[in-house]
Protein backbone atom coordinates (compact mmCIF):
# COMPACT_ATOMS: atom_id res chain seq x y z
CA UNK A 1 0.00 0.00 0.00
CA UNK A 2 1.02 3.81 -0.86
CA UNK A 3 1.60 5.89 2.56
CA UNK A 4 2.02 8.91 1.09
CA UNK A 5 2.03 10.35 -2.37
CA UNK A 6 4.25 12.69 -3.80
CA UNK A 7 6.82 11.36 -3.65
CA UNK A 8 5.01 7.81 -2.95
CA UNK A 9 6.23 5.92 0.08
CA UNK A 10 5.55 2.07 -0.60
CA UNK A 11 4.58 -0.40 2.64
CA UNK A 12 4.24 -3.78 2.39
CA UNK A 13 1.25 -5.17 4.73
CA UNK A 14 2.00 -9.27 5.30
CA UNK A 15 -0.63 -10.21 3.02
CA UNK A 16 -3.39 -9.35 4.92
CA UNK A 17 -5.02 -5.31 4.70
CA UNK A 18 -4.00 -2.69 6.73
CA UNK A 19 -6.53 -2.09 9.65
CA UNK A 20 -5.08 0.76 12.19
CA UNK A 21 -7.03 -0.18 14.96
CA UNK A 22 -4.83 -3.16 15.24
CA UNK A 23 -1.52 -3.16 17.02
CA UNK A 24 0.89 -2.41 14.07
CA UNK A 25 4.06 -3.29 13.76
CA UNK A 26 6.64 -0.86 11.39
CA UNK A 27 9.71 -2.54 10.11
CA UNK A 28 12.10 -0.37 8.96
CA UNK A 29 15.08 -1.91 6.78
CA UNK A 30 19.10 -1.01 6.94
CA UNK A 31 21.18 0.45 4.00
CA UNK A 32 20.72 -0.43 0.20
CA UNK A 33 18.03 -2.86 0.91
CA UNK A 34 13.87 -2.74 1.09
CA UNK A 35 10.83 -4.07 3.02
CA UNK A 36 11.75 -8.08 0.97
CA UNK A 37 14.40 -8.25 3.71
CA UNK A 38 11.44 -9.04 6.68
CA UNK A 39 9.32 -11.45 4.67
CA UNK A 40 9.39 -13.82 6.60
CA UNK A 41 8.69 -12.07 9.82
CA UNK A 42 6.54 -9.22 8.24
CA UNK A 43 4.16 -12.23 6.65
CA UNK A 44 3.98 -14.10 10.21
CA UNK A 45 3.27 -11.67 12.32
CA UNK A 46 0.51 -9.93 10.01
CA UNK A 47 -1.20 -13.47 9.94
CA UNK A 48 -0.79 -13.60 13.57
CA UNK A 49 -3.27 -10.48 14.96
CA UNK A 50 -1.05 -7.65 13.92
CA UNK A 51 -1.13 -4.99 11.06
CA UNK A 52 1.99 -4.69 9.03
CA UNK A 53 3.55 -1.96 7.78
CA UNK A 54 7.34 -3.06 6.32
CA UNK A 55 8.46 -0.11 4.50
CA UNK A 56 10.52 1.20 1.66
CA UNK A 57 12.37 3.97 2.91
CA UNK A 58 12.55 7.40 0.64
CA UNK A 59 14.37 6.45 -2.75
CA UNK A 60 14.30 2.64 -2.13
CA UNK A 61 12.78 0.33 -4.53
CA UNK A 62 8.82 1.11 -4.57
CA UNK A 63 9.36 4.77 -2.10
CA UNK A 64 9.50 7.78 -4.92
CA UNK A 65 11.67 10.46 -4.20
CA UNK A 66 15.51 11.21 -3.71
CA UNK A 67 17.31 8.89 -0.61
CA UNK A 68 17.54 11.33 2.28
CA UNK A 69 21.47 11.36 3.75
CA UNK A 70 20.13 12.32 7.20
CA UNK A 71 18.49 10.04 9.71
CA UNK A 72 16.53 12.62 11.09
CA UNK A 73 15.12 13.44 7.62
CA UNK A 74 14.37 10.07 6.75
CA UNK A 75 12.64 9.79 10.53
CA UNK A 76 10.33 13.12 9.70
CA UNK A 77 9.49 11.79 6.23
CA UNK A 78 8.36 8.08 7.89
CA UNK A 79 6.97 9.98 10.87
CA UNK A 80 4.78 11.99 8.38
CA UNK A 81 3.58 8.75 6.61
CA UNK A 82 2.58 6.76 10.36
CA UNK A 83 0.93 9.86 11.38
CA UNK A 84 -1.22 9.80 8.14
CA UNK A 85 -1.74 5.65 8.48
CA UNK A 86 -3.84 6.49 11.76
CA UNK A 87 -2.09 3.67 13.53
CA UNK A 88 -3.04 3.91 17.27
CA UNK A 89 -0.30 1.72 18.85
CA UNK A 90 2.80 0.80 17.20
CA UNK A 91 5.87 -0.88 17.68
CA UNK A 92 8.94 -0.03 15.98
CA UNK A 93 11.58 -2.49 14.23
CA UNK A 94 14.59 -1.37 12.91
CA UNK A 95 17.94 -3.04 11.00
CA UNK A 96 21.62 -2.06 11.43
CA UNK A 97 20.37 2.01 9.57
CA UNK A 98 16.71 1.08 10.50
CA UNK A 99 17.28 0.95 13.67
CA UNK A 100 18.50 4.58 14.30
CA UNK A 101 15.66 5.59 12.20
CA UNK A 102 13.32 3.50 14.77
CA UNK A 103 14.91 6.12 17.78
CA UNK A 104 14.39 9.21 15.99
CA UNK A 105 10.80 7.90 15.31
CA UNK A 106 9.89 7.07 18.77
CA UNK A 107 11.34 10.36 19.66
CA UNK A 108 8.95 12.08 17.16
CA UNK A 109 6.02 9.55 17.44
CA UNK A 110 5.76 10.18 21.43
CA UNK A 111 3.03 7.97 22.77
CA UNK A 112 2.02 5.98 19.99
CA UNK A 113 4.96 4.08 20.12
CA UNK A 114 3.97 0.97 22.92
CA UNK A 115 7.62 -0.58 22.34
CA UNK A 116 11.39 -0.39 20.14
CA UNK A 117 12.98 -3.56 18.53
CA UNK A 118 16.89 -2.56 17.68
CA UNK A 119 17.85 -5.68 15.24
CA UNK A 120 21.83 -5.58 14.76
CA UNK A 121 22.30 -2.28 16.09
CA UNK A 122 25.11 -0.16 17.37
CA UNK A 123 25.68 3.55 18.01
CA UNK A 124 27.62 5.44 17.15
CA UNK A 125 27.54 3.59 13.42
CA UNK A 126 30.86 4.59 12.21
CA UNK A 127 31.48 3.81 8.89
CA UNK A 128 35.33 3.50 8.00
CA UNK A 129 36.69 6.32 5.45
CA UNK A 130 37.04 3.73 2.85
CA UNK A 131 34.27 1.90 2.38
CA UNK A 132 32.15 5.22 2.70
CA UNK A 133 34.29 6.95 -0.37
CA UNK A 134 33.67 2.89 -2.11
CA UNK A 135 29.59 3.63 -1.64
CA UNK A 136 30.00 7.09 -3.87
CA UNK A 137 33.18 5.92 -6.00
CA UNK A 138 32.90 2.28 -6.74
CA UNK A 139 29.76 0.91 -5.39
CA UNK A 140 29.63 -2.05 -7.07
CA UNK A 141 33.19 -3.45 -5.64
CA UNK A 142 31.57 -1.57 -1.70
CA UNK A 143 28.32 -4.08 -2.38
CA UNK A 144 30.73 -7.15 -2.47
CA UNK A 145 32.69 -6.00 0.51
CA UNK A 146 29.27 -5.26 2.46
CA UNK A 147 27.86 -8.01 1.08
CA UNK A 148 30.37 -10.21 2.84
CA UNK A 149 31.07 -8.41 5.95
CA UNK A 150 27.13 -8.80 6.31
CA UNK A 151 27.24 -13.02 6.98
CA UNK A 152 28.21 -14.80 9.57
CA UNK A 153 32.04 -16.36 9.45
CA UNK A 154 30.20 -19.52 9.82
CA UNK A 155 28.54 -19.46 6.44
CA UNK A 156 32.04 -19.98 4.80
CA UNK A 157 31.74 -21.49 1.06
CA UNK A 158 28.76 -19.61 -0.40
CA UNK A 159 27.86 -23.20 -2.03
CA UNK A 160 26.54 -25.00 0.78
CA UNK A 161 24.18 -24.60 4.08
CA UNK A 162 23.60 -22.06 5.77
CA UNK A 163 24.38 -20.36 2.92
CA UNK A 164 21.91 -22.16 0.76
CA UNK A 165 19.26 -23.00 3.53
CA UNK A 166 16.75 -24.66 0.65
CA UNK A 167 16.38 -25.13 -3.24
CA UNK A 168 16.32 -21.75 -4.99
CA UNK A 169 16.97 -19.93 -2.25
CA UNK A 170 21.11 -18.45 -1.44
CA UNK A 171 21.39 -16.17 1.72
CA UNK A 172 24.83 -14.81 0.51
CA UNK A 173 23.62 -13.76 -3.31
CA UNK A 174 20.10 -12.62 -2.73
CA UNK A 175 21.64 -10.03 -0.45
CA UNK A 176 23.78 -9.37 -2.75
CA UNK A 177 21.22 -9.24 -5.95
CA UNK A 178 18.51 -7.19 -3.57
CA UNK A 179 21.33 -4.56 -3.26
CA UNK A 180 22.03 -3.99 -6.66
CA UNK A 181 18.85 -3.65 -7.92
CA UNK A 182 18.51 -1.17 -5.37
CA UNK A 183 21.61 0.40 -6.75
CA UNK A 184 19.75 0.00 -10.49
CA UNK A 185 17.09 1.72 -9.73
CA UNK A 186 18.77 4.85 -7.46
CA UNK A 187 22.34 5.08 -7.77
CA UNK A 188 22.57 7.16 -5.28
CA UNK A 189 20.93 5.00 -2.21
CA UNK A 190 24.05 3.29 -1.14
CA UNK A 191 26.10 6.04 -0.57
CA UNK A 192 22.94 8.29 0.98
CA UNK A 193 22.36 5.08 3.11
CA UNK A 194 26.32 4.99 4.19
CA UNK A 195 26.60 8.77 4.78
CA UNK A 196 23.09 8.66 7.22
CA UNK A 197 24.70 6.03 9.26
CA UNK A 198 27.96 8.10 9.70
CA UNK A 199 26.50 11.00 10.70
CA UNK A 200 24.06 10.69 13.06
CA UNK A 201 25.00 11.82 16.82
CA UNK A 202 21.62 11.73 18.54
CA UNK A 203 21.17 7.83 19.26
CA UNK A 204 22.31 8.16 23.03
CA UNK A 205 20.19 10.84 23.71
CA UNK A 206 17.00 9.14 21.92
CA UNK A 207 17.70 5.90 23.67
CA UNK A 208 17.64 7.66 26.71
CA UNK A 209 14.85 9.38 26.04
CA UNK A 210 12.58 6.27 25.34
CA UNK A 211 9.78 5.44 28.07
CA UNK A 212 8.76 2.01 26.82
CA UNK A 213 10.47 -1.11 26.80
CA UNK A 214 13.25 -1.82 24.35
CA UNK A 215 14.19 -5.08 22.32
CA UNK A 216 18.05 -5.55 21.21
CA UNK A 217 18.34 -8.70 19.09
CA UNK A 218 22.21 -8.85 18.19
CA UNK A 219 23.86 -11.24 15.76
CA UNK A 220 26.90 -12.64 17.75
CA UNK A 221 29.17 -12.95 14.82
CA UNK A 222 27.90 -9.46 13.49
CA UNK A 223 31.18 -8.03 11.79
CA UNK A 224 29.39 -4.69 10.42
CA UNK A 225 27.69 -4.02 13.98
CA UNK A 226 29.67 -5.79 16.12
CA UNK A 227 27.81 -6.61 19.54
CA UNK A 228 30.11 -4.54 21.63
CA UNK A 229 28.76 -1.51 20.18
CA UNK A 230 25.61 -2.00 21.16
CA UNK A 231 26.59 -1.63 24.86
CA UNK A 232 25.67 2.51 24.61
CA UNK A 233 22.37 2.05 23.60
CA UNK A 234 21.73 -1.03 26.00
CA UNK A 235 22.87 1.07 28.77
CA UNK A 236 20.88 4.20 27.53
CA UNK A 237 17.50 2.91 27.82
CA UNK A 238 15.33 2.37 30.88
CA UNK A 239 13.91 -1.22 30.20
CA UNK A 240 16.45 -3.14 27.90
CA UNK A 241 16.09 -6.64 26.87
CA UNK A 242 18.73 -8.54 24.62
CA UNK A 243 18.65 -11.57 22.84
CA UNK A 244 21.66 -12.82 21.22
CA UNK A 245 21.60 -15.00 18.39
CA UNK A 246 24.26 -17.14 18.20
CA UNK A 247 26.31 -17.81 14.87
CA UNK A 248 24.41 -15.21 13.42
CA UNK A 249 25.60 -12.27 11.45
CA UNK A 250 24.54 -8.81 10.56
CA UNK A 251 21.73 -10.29 8.37
CA UNK A 252 20.33 -12.20 11.06
CA UNK A 253 16.92 -11.55 9.63
CA UNK A 254 18.12 -14.46 6.68
CA UNK A 255 20.16 -16.16 8.92
CA UNK A 256 18.49 -16.79 11.96
CA UNK A 257 15.07 -16.27 11.05
CA UNK A 258 13.16 -18.08 13.16
CA UNK A 259 14.87 -16.30 15.96
CA UNK A 260 14.21 -12.76 14.71
CA UNK A 261 10.23 -13.82 14.54
CA UNK A 262 10.50 -15.52 17.56
CA UNK A 263 12.26 -12.69 19.55
CA UNK A 264 9.90 -10.41 18.18
CA UNK A 265 6.52 -12.31 18.63
CA UNK A 266 7.63 -12.20 22.32
CA UNK A 267 8.23 -8.57 22.51
CA UNK A 268 4.86 -8.16 20.86
CA UNK A 269 2.89 -9.81 23.13
CA UNK A 270 4.39 -8.39 25.89
CA UNK A 271 3.74 -4.19 24.77
CA UNK A 272 0.73 -5.13 23.23
CA UNK A 273 -0.73 -7.92 24.97
CA UNK A 274 -2.42 -10.89 23.46
CA UNK A 275 -4.30 -10.38 20.23
CA UNK A 276 -6.96 -12.13 18.61
CA UNK A 277 -5.50 -14.27 15.63
Known sequence: ???????RLYAYTGGKPFDPAKPTI??????????????????????????????????????????????EDIAARVAQALQASSAE??????????????????RRLGDPVSGVALIATSFPMKVSDALLEATRAAPDAAMDMINVWSHSPSIRAYDRKPSNPGPGFSNVWQNLRLMQRIGQREPAALNADFVACNAYRGG??????????VLFVLGASDQMTPTRNARTLIDACRQPTVVMLEGSGHSVMSEHPDGVRDALATFAQRVFGRVPV
Do not use: K, N
Not at 34 to 56: E, F, K, M, N, P
Open 1 to 7: MDLLDSP
Open 204 to 213: AEAAAALTCP
Open 89 to 106: RMLLVGHSMGSLIALELA
Open 26 to 71: VFLHGGQHDHSVWILQSRYLAHHGYSVLALDLPGHMRSGGAPLTSV
